[in-house]
């Protein structure tokens, strides 16, 4: 982080740029947890949209959560008395209608559980029947659902479990050279607390743009038994973990005596040998599978995939994408109730750069 852009103290109370407001912020909270594996985090309000939050790793794994304005039981942007710090003014993708900076996510997560009942239920659904992404013969893959449409869709306490104390949290944001402030309360009758959170400059971060032109692989699976109990199993001491995959026509086309090839394979190496999860060609398990390349095979660090498992946890499915150069993007779909009824979908995204000796050429 660099230049400090806020005290937690402001002798003069400035009209706020952003205010917004959750009765619950065990949504919110989980998707910032889902990130939450370093500390630094870019945080970025953008009028119409909601709010996105950016953490990195070595260069190499970036993370980004989505938490939009529809989450919220109000949400009011003052685009009119945004003045954006000198640093925003002078870069190339400066947005007049979004302002951004730096703040440690560990407080925040610290701050929304003061009273304990920001973390989720230990309970989860692992048969969602929501409409989320699109299969591959669809208009899009990424299109967020509307249980308006849906008669069946699950309760979404669910997921978070219903009957528990709930922390409500106004946040409020003046813009460049204020802290970000959360008042927090457990019930309208109880206690209420002020938490005021130091901002800093934003500094650019980690850009991994992925070439959906140039996508090697697509596939779309339930996030629960399919991939994070694959994930969970895989011994710690793990080193690398291989995305193995073929054409669908390559693996029917296989003759008589020769073994088949895999549709798809997760496979673990470490110190002490390997492991291998291989996933049949069925709807119930994948339901999109797309490969344009025979044996695709890349490799990726086990220590920055394990840093999935809080996102997944929260999610109902998993869009698993591989450029032919190696980028790999984990899109995870997380059930967020809207205030006023209904269930909104939001998204937690890794992007993670392959080993370099392992992408094939």
């Known amino acids: 982080m660099s230049q400090l852009m806020s005290q937690p103290s402001q002798p003069d109370k400035a009209k706020p740029l952003l205010t917004a407001s959750v009765h619950d912020v065990r949504y919110f909270a989980s998707l910032l947890r889902g990130i939450g594996f370093s500390n630094r985090a870019s945080m970025r309000f953008t009028a119409g949209s909601g709010i996105t939050v950016t953490v990195e790793e070595a260069r190499t794994l970036l993370a980004t959560s989505y938490v939009y304005a529809d989450h919220f039981d109000e949400w009011a942007f003052d685009v009119d008395d945004l003045q954006a710090a000198p640093s925003q003014l002078s870069a190339p993708d400066f947005d007049r209608h979004a302002t951004s900076f730096e703040i440690p996510l560990n407080t925040l997560l610290e701050c929304l559980n003061i009273f304990g009942t920001a973390n989720m239920s230990s309970s989860s659904s692992t048969s969602s029947k929501h409409k989320q992404w699109r299969r591959a013969d669809d208009a899009s893959d990424d299109e967020r659902g509307d249980d308006a449409r849906r008669p069946n869709a699950i309760r979404i306490d669910q997921h978070f479990g219903g009957n528990e104390k709930r922390t409500s949290m106004r946040l409020t944001y003046a813009g460049p050279g204020h802290p970000l402030t959360l008042v927090l309360a ?93 996933y049949p060609n069925d709807r119930e398990v994948l339901e999109t599978f797309e490969c344009s390349r025979s044996m695709l095979g890349i490799s990726y660090r086990f220590a920055h ?39 909104s979908d939001s998204f937690i995204e890794f992007r993670c750069l392959a080993l370099d000796d392992e992408v094939a050429q």
């Open 186 to 278: 457990e019930d309208s009758s109880g206690p209420t607390t002020t938490c005021e959170i130091s901002t800093f400059d934003s500094e650019p971060n980690l850009e991994l743009p992925f070439d959906a032109e140039q996508t090697a692989l697509k596939i779309i699976f339930k996030s629960s038994f399919w991939l994070r109990d694959a994930l969970s199993e895989l011994d710690p001491s793990c080193e690398k973990i291989t995305l193995i995959a073929n054409p669908v026509a390559d693996v029917q086309s296989a003759h008589r005596g020769i073994p088949a090839k895999p549709l798809f394979r997760i496979q673990g190496t470490g110190a002490f040998g390997s492991t291998e999860m291989d």
């Open 305 to 343: 995939i394990s840093r999935t498992l809080r996102a997944l946890q929260n999610s109902t499915k998993t869009s698993l994408r591989l450029e032919q150069e190696g980028l790999l993007s984990l899109q995870f779909l997380v059930p967020v109730p809207r205030p006023r009824g209904g269930i």
